[in-house]
């Protein structure tokens, strides 16, 4: 631990103050998104003092469509490769120690997820002691981060806080640890400029809420060790939810589910009706009967002391029995069952405009689309493709941000370029017939061969270079082949006489 100055302390605990308030303030909206994403949504009104089936019709409403929004672009994006201007060994340090190393190949999702969730998502990079040329790559939580951005350059992170807790067993200050499920927990904060690095802790056995410092020291990175995706940062620099302006069309869809529920349970099916029937039994004279105990003979009450009558029994309902009431107020009808097309129209409707908001091709509802040739597809996913490169063009900058952090990690000491590019895979919807006849026909024009196979749908850049590898094996064997042929061909011998003429005399 390096000696820390008192003005270092002091901008150091400015810092974490400010940081700390940031993601409180962030919590509310942190935490209503990722609800929505699980489905977890609000449900829609109903008056209070309902019953249970209301409520579970309630529950039965929710549909997470907006999982599918979320999750649709992220499935299709996938890097390949990075390049950047300090040659293929570099580029092979970056992807196998970097990316590779660190399994950013499934890990990647959480980052896209994150940008497009929170409009910011977070990596960090550190360097790794046990093996330099592997360093530590990590996937953030934006709810537990708080990145403050340059006034002069609102692009540019000055400084980060970065929030969590440790859990461990209770040790008391003998050192004596107390037995059972008895844990303490600790929090801790940490600090982060361009330098150095400021961990805080508190909590535990004996502390009392005060932050304290319990590391400071360099580190090699040469800025702030996070790279951020930012998902359409605004001139200010603050990034945009793609999820927020959804959630509104999330909660109209699931009410008008939920009404159309009520419907079908309640008013799905006719309704007889009976009015002006009183149940009460009488005798000749009209008087009402009241229940009397078999043994005293004295009227049953109620719990209100009130005498209970004697019903009449109205008959159970069928198609196949006549319903018959005395007195002549009685009248019996029914109620038309309700339309239930109307609801299915509205909510298809719905669900139409909630996709179209969210750039999603008509083929994810399956009964938009069906028995449709390779061009319409590619027509259809037009939206969704655009909003992936989008996505990619965000997220593309944080990942050269992450291999630019991953080449100082590695401890080399010059500049990184800033010329570097990232390789995305193909996961556009396209014909495969149509890509192998334009891959040929580039071919046979003298593109580079390397070139072209990186067009063909899944091709990484370790299948390429195998590619690349196979070709020139195969076309040295054939050269080797054609040289041998050569020398199997067998000779012509034309008989000489002895003075070396022709026998033939020619």
């Known amino acids: 631990m390096a000696r820390i100055t008192a003005a270092q302390e002091q901008e150091a605990r400015e810092r974490l103050a400010v940081g700390l308030s940031e993601i409180s303030k962030k919590q509310t909206a942190v935490n209503l998104r990722e609800d929505y994403i699980r489905g977890e949504h609000a449900l829609p009104f109903a008056p209070e003092g309902v019953n249970a089936e209301y409520m579970d019709l309630r529950e039965q409403s929710v549909a997470n469509w907006i999982g599918i929004a979320h999750g649709a672009p992220i499935q299709r994006m996938r890097v390949d490769s990075f390049r950047t201007a300090k040659g293929d060994e570099a580029d092979e340090a970056i992807w196998n120690g970097v ?9 990647q999702a959480l980052i896209y997820s994150s940008m497009m969730l929170h409009g910011r998502g977070v990596a960090s990079v550190w360097p790794n002691k046990a093996d330099k040329k592997r360093p530590i790559v990590r996937p953030e939580d934006f709810g537990s981060i708080h990145v403050e951005m340059d006034p002069d350059d609102p692009f540019t992170p000055l400084w980060v806080v970065k929030t969590f807790e440790l859990t461990s067993p209770l040790t008391l200050p003998s050192g004596f640890v107390l037995p059972g499920n008895t844990t303490t927990t600790r929090s801790v904060a940490i600090v982060y400029d361009a330098k150095t690095i400021t961990r805080f802790e508190k909590g535990g056995v004996g502390e009392y809420g005060n932050w304290e410092i319990v590391f400071f020291g360099r580190h090699p990175m040469r800025r702030p060790p996070f790279a951020l995706y ?4 605004d001139s200010k620099g603050r990034p945009w939810s793609a999820i927020d302006s959804l959630i509104p069309a999330q909660n109209a869809i699931n009410t008008i589910r939920f009404n159309m529920l009520l419907a079908m349970q309640f008013s799905a ?21 009241y229940k009397r105990d078999p043994n005293t003979g004295e009227p049953v009450v109620d719990a209100n002391g009130n005498a209970v009558p004697i019903l009449n029994n109205p008959g159970r309902v069928g198609v196949d029995r006549l319903l018959a009431f005395p007195g002549g107020e009685t009248k019996v009808f029914d109620l038309p069952e309700s339309n239930l097309a109307n609801y299915v129209t509205m909510h298809k409707e719905f669900v139409v405009n909630f996709f179209a908001i969210a750039q999603i091709p008509p083929q994810y509802l399956l009964s938009q689309m069906s028995n449709i040739s390779g061009d319409a597809l590619a027509g259809a996913e037009s939206t969704l493709a655009s909003l992936v490169q989008e996505l990619e063009l965000a997220a593309g900058e944080g990942n050269e941000d992450l291999a630019e952090l991953g080449w100082y990690a590695m401890g080399n000491s010059d500049d990184f370029s800033t010329t570097s590019e990232t390789v995305w895979a193909d996961a556009e919807a396209r014909s495969f017939a149509q890509i192998v006849d334009a891959v040929v026909k580039l071919v046979s024009i003298d593109f580079p061969k390397q070139a072209a196979f990186e067009m063909i749908p899944g091709a990484t850049k370790q299948k390429v270079d195998r590619w690349m590898e196979m070709a020139e094996e195969e076309s040295y064997s054939n050269r080797l082949l054609a040289a041998s042929r050569s020398f199997q061909q067998p000779l012509e011998l034309t008989q000489v006489d002895t003075d070396g003429a022709p026998a033939d005399g020619g």
Request: proline share 6%; no cysteine; charged share 35%.
């Open 269 to 289: 099916y006719r309704q007889r009706i009976v009015t002006g029937f009183d149940p009460r039994a009488t005798d000749k004279d009209g008087n009402f009967l």
């Open 230 to 233: 930012d998902y359409k940062p």
């Open 99 to 107: 990316w590779q190393a660190n399994k950013m190949d499934s890990r």
